[in-house]
């Protein structure tokens, strides 16, 4: 079976309702933090999303990079690429070279890398738990909480660097027990990107079947 993107499974939890009482440590922080992203032209950073539930003895990994500019994306990970120009989603399978190819919905895509640095600002309670050292860093860890208690993540913790307001790692925890963990390395700011960066192109992948969903 195809592993997919989960992409921390956070989509499905954005369209809430409005945030109530908050964190003002935590508040000033996370808006730090997006503010230092919303202000880059693009990225590029490479990531290991690791899903795990100890109860069910499972534990998978996932490394791949990725380049965002704005609401757009193109990610690369184990024969997998998903690439979004903001309108349209192609989801490309190397193993099948099969596309599929959907509507951009953000609110509800499997993770919009974009969402991880503004989804605190909608439907989700914000407490600053501690300081600590990431990989020989100092960072601060910021708990979220979904005001939708129906929601089936029902915590997530990000490690954001303290000087750089940089994003360490963004760990969902769901119900069922399972948790994962999205960590950025090797971030490079302001990549060169063009509109092809970020749209699929048949000519590039030979006899590749096409899945329209739409």
Do not use: C
Request: aromatic share 8%; charged share 25%.
């Amino acid at each position: 079976m195809t592993q997919k993107f989960s992409l921390l499974a956070l989509a499905a939890t954005l369209a809430l309702p409005a945030a109530a009482q908050q964190d003002p440590k935590a508040g000033k922080i996370l808006d730090a933090v997006s503010a230092k992203y919303t202000a880059l032209k693009s990225f590029q950073a490479g990531f290991t999303q690791t899903l795990e539930n100890p109860a069910a003895k499972l534990k998978q990994n996932l490394s791949g990079d990725v380049t965002v500019s704005g609401q757009k994306y193109h990610l690369k990970a184990n024969g997998q690429e998903v690439i979004n120009d903001g309108k349209t989603t192609w989801t490309y399978l190397k193993n099948e070279n099969e596309v599929n190819v959907s509507d951009a919905d953000p609110t509800n895509q499997d993770m919009s890398p974009a969402q991880m640095y503004t989804m605190y600002k909608k439907g989700y309670k914000y407490t600053y738990v501690k300081s600590l050292k990431d990989g020989g860093v100092a960072s601060d860890l910021i708990e979220l909480s979904p005001e939708d208690r129906k929601n089936d993540v029902f915590k997530v913790q990000i490690i954001v660097g303290t000087a750089d307001k940089a994003i360490h790692s963004v760990k969902t925890f769901k119900k069922n027990g399972t948790r994962t963990t999205f960590t950025l390395k090797n971030f490079k700011p302001n990549v060169p990107v063009t509109a092809s960066t970020f749209a699929f192109d048949k000519a590039q992948y030979p006899g590749v079947k096409v899945i329209d969903l739409r």
